[in-house]
């Protein structure tokens, strides 16, 4: 199996509730496509950090194989919420995918 964990800040332009509009946004987005990609095993988005958070959002995705995960990357489905949910909003993005 392999992981697949993004975190997200957002542009500082956002106030809070845009913030919390497009963190809801990102996480109905992605949360969404469990079920319709193959090789994706699970999924899940989390939107409400401690206070000693410097992220604002972080996925947390497993994959039966990295084969999978690079399936995942062009997946029509993924690609459209990535495109319309995600990186307009994102100012920073960190990726670290392993094997498990």
């Known amino acids: 199996m392999v992981k697949h964990i993004i975190v997200w800040t957002l ?19 992605l949360e969404g496509l469990q079920g319709k990609i193959p090789g994706l095993l ?8 401690l206070a000693s958070s410097n992220a604002d959002l972080i996925l947390d995705s ?3 194989s990295e084969s999978a995960l690079n399936g995942y990357t062009v997946h029509p489905e993924h690609v459209a919420v990535a495109t ?16 498990v």
């Open 11 to 29: 542009k500082p332009e956002y106030d809070d509730a845009e913030k919390a509009a497009i963190k809801q946004g990102i996480k109905e987005g």
């Open 42 to 49: 699970s999924i899940r988005v989390f939107t409400e950090g």
């Open 62 to 64: 497993t994959f039966e």
């Open 84 to 99: 319309g949910k995600v990186r307009p909003f994102v100012a920073t993005r960190s990726c670290f995918d392993f094997e």
